[in-house]
């Protein structure tokens, strides 16, 4: 059978491991393919093609749930689930998405994108189940990486508690989250997949040497007595954490023995109650340039399937804001010691892997853990360190309460960079750093700010640095800036709370946040090209916001069009127009953003356009609020 021939997975029932492995062969020469061809997460799915072949051949998938942390290895289970013809769209506008996704397939039981929800969504369930006496399995698949995270724990500490709740957790350890896995939990993880053979020899130990040639017979009595030494190593009992938390631990497994991997989830179906089972893969497994630089090719822009060298752009791209954030902020931590840069397992992502090879000591990486990641931000600062939390705009909401409840109530100077804030492309609306405005703009004491390039960035991380009477958030999207020119050092801090006038105009008032800016200003040129002029404000600050500059502007102008990267509700124009009305300004306020809508995977520009947000038409749309002229067709 050809894997374009399966449509479900429970085909694979009946197959020979020979007919498994052929069809392994072939999901990862499309897999390599398609990444190949369109980009999307590389590695993460190579590495669990036996495992996937392995667990659905021992399941019922017309009746059983297989969950998936995060997803992003999960197009093996794409492919067998019916979406090998579409495949082709991967992460594409209206094609397949990059992680699970409940309405796109029906064997998409969890969607997920942001990692650990895994095994508590998979217990929820099977506590259904139960209750409403139905019977199926329900199967977490979690990775080493994802296992760090404090949801994955917390759902492991219920499932142990509940002995007659039959689930099944599959652990993938590859021994990578998107850089090498951090912490005391990947380190005995890690211990136990060495300790096999330690295991083999003291259980078969004399039985290893009676067969050696000549000597093995008169080693017997030495043999005893070495026997009884091994006795006393200390070799963990394998599994023992897990067991201890009310788990029957099984492992390790050979994640790429498809013999022992069916041998073993058949096993494991037997057991009542809450198993684990703990499978060793290969990050990458079967490319031999992946395995070899497994950070490189978690993800991949499209690339030379030969070279694995990503296919070169047309023309040269201004650098990324990631790495210009990084490299100033390296800059600076060089001067002051009491730097000390955070990530949540994105070292790679944020850039801060520059200031871990130049400033180790100023580095820290928590693993999948951004609560964490906050409170010991908080905790640095009260004892006069200066953290920086870089944190994702959208893996940041994992910490919502920890900004209140140990930053912000306490006051405390933690300096928060929300990389990818804004329309992130192709990894969907779990990615989408959407909300971030909204979400911080409401609790007291937090600054907010957003530059409108990568030069402005870099005096706002020095802002950043130097505010250190209380938190403050610096919000920046993905990708490239602008090419403007930037400075090596000596960036000037900027005013706290003060924004700048970049435009004169007497018509309508145009105020940008961040990276609307820039488009802001383009949309002031071409509604003069319809005679209307338009002043425009680089706020610069959401909080404070420069009142002082914008509503006497207001006032006098009458017409007020705010435009941000984020969600409308509670975001940028909401604070404007919160402004003037709390100083008795009454003027229409046009907030041009993003809708109470989510904004689906595509590229930035895609979405953009769908979402009104390209500078001809906010330009239109400012045309169409405030000056009654229909709108051209749009070009
Ligand atoms: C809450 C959250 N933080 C960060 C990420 C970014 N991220 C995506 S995959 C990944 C590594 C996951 O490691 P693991 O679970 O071991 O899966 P692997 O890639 O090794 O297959 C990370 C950190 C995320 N998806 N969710
Ligand atoms: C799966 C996951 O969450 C990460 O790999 C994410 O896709 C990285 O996003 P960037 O590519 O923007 O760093
Ligand atoms: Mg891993």
Redesign the pocket.
Same mark, same amino acid.
């Given at each position: 059978m050809h894997l374009s021939e399966i449509t479900h997975p429970n085909q694979l029932h009946g197959l020979s491991i020979r007919q498994l492995q052929q069809i392994a062969r072939q999901i990862r020469d499309k897999h390599l393919q398609t990444v190949a061809e369109f980009g999307g997460?590389l590695g993460p799915g190579l590495g669990v093609v036996e495992l996937t072949l392995g667990l659905y051949q021992t399941l019922d998938l017309d009746r059983d749930k297989v969950i998936w942390d995060?997803g992003?290895q999960a197009y093996p289970h794409k492919l067998i689930t019916g979406r090998y013809s579409d495949f082709h769209t991967l992460r594409q506008k209206d094609g397949i998405a990059g992680y699970l996704k409940r309405g796109e397939n029906k064997f998409d039981h969890f969607g997920a994108?942001h990692a650990s929800t895994s095994i508590s969504a998979a217990l929820g369930m099977a506590l259904a189940r139960d209750m409403n006496g139905e019977k199926f399995k329900a199967v977490a698949v979690i990775g080493d990486g994802a296992l760090t995270g404090g949801m994955a724990l917390e759902a492991i500490n219920h499932a142990g508690h509940l002995p007659k709740t039959n689930l099944l957790v599959v652990l993938n350890d590859n021994e990578m989250s998107?850089s090498p896995n951090v912490g005391a939990i990947p380190r005995y993880l890690n211990k136990m997949r060495l300790s096999p053979p330690v295991q083999f020899i003291k259980d078969n130990f004399e039985e290893q040497f009676k067969h050696i040639p000549f000597v093995g017979e008169s080693l017997s009595p030495e043999l005893g007595r070495i026997k009884e030494g091994m006795k006393r190593l200390a070799v963990p009992k394998v599994g023992a954490v897990f067991e201890e938390l009310g788990f029957t631990y099984m492992g390790p497994v050979d994640g790429h023995n498809l013999e022992e991997l069916i041998a073993t989830f058949q096993q494991a179906h037997q057991i009542a109650g809450p198993v684990l089972v703990h499978v060793a893969t290969i990050k990458g497994k079967g490319y031999e340039l992946a395995e070899k630089d497994q950070v490189g090719y978690?993800?991949q822009t499209p690339f030379n399937l030969t070279t694995g060298k990503a296919i070169p752009s047309n023309k040269p791209k201004p650098p990324a804001y990631a790495k210009v954030f990084s490299h100033t902020l390296v800059k600076l931590a060089e001067q002051n010691p009491k730097i000390i840069g955070i990530t949540a397992a994105m070292a790679t992502?944020t850039g801060l892997d520059k200031l871990q090879a130049k400033l180790p000591n100023q580095y820290i990486d928590v693993g999948i853990a951004e609560q964490h990641a906050v409170t010991l931000a908080a905790g640095l600062a009260t004892e006069g360190m200066r953290p920086v939390a870089a944190i994702y705009s959208t893996f940041l909401q994992r910490a919502y309460d920890q900004i209140i409840h140990d930053v912000c109530i306490q006051n405390l100077p933690v300096f928060f960079c929300l990389d !990818?804030a804004g329309i992130?492309g192709s990894?969907g609306p779990t990615?989408q750093g959407m909300y971030d405005i909204a979400y911080l703009r409401c609790i007291p004491n937090i600054v907010m700010m957003a530059p409108k390039d990568e030069a402005e960035m870099q005096r706002m991380v020095v802002t950043g640095i130097e505010h250190t009477t209380g938190p403050i958030a610096m919000r920046f999207p !993905?990708g490239n800036g602008y090419g403007v020119p930037l400075m090596e050092e000596g960036w000037e801090p900027l005013e706290i709370g003060k924004g700048e006038i970049l435009r004169n105009g007497d018509d309508v008032l145009i105020i940008g946040y961040g990276t609307m800016v820039y488009p802001s200003m383009q949309a002031a040129e071409i509604l003069s090209e319809h005679g209307i002029e338009a002043t425009v404000i680089n706020a610069r600050f959401v909080k404070p916001l420069d009142t002082e500059l914008i509503v006497p502007l207001a006032q006098k102008i009458g017409r007020v069009v705010t435009l941000e990267e984020g969600c409308v509700m509670g975001g940028f124009g909401s604070a404007v127009a919160e402004a003037l009305l709390d100083a008795d300004v009454v003027v229409p306020v046009k907030r041009i953003g993003i809708p109470d809508v989510l904004v689906e995977h595509a590229t930035p520009d895609e979405s953009k356009a769908e979402l009104g947000l390209t500078s001809r038409q906010i330009a239109e749309r400012v045309l169409q609020a405030y000056f009654q002229k229909q709108p051209s067709p749009v070009s």
């Open positions: 997460h995060v992003h994108g998107i978690h993800a992502g !990818r992130v990894d990615h !993905r």
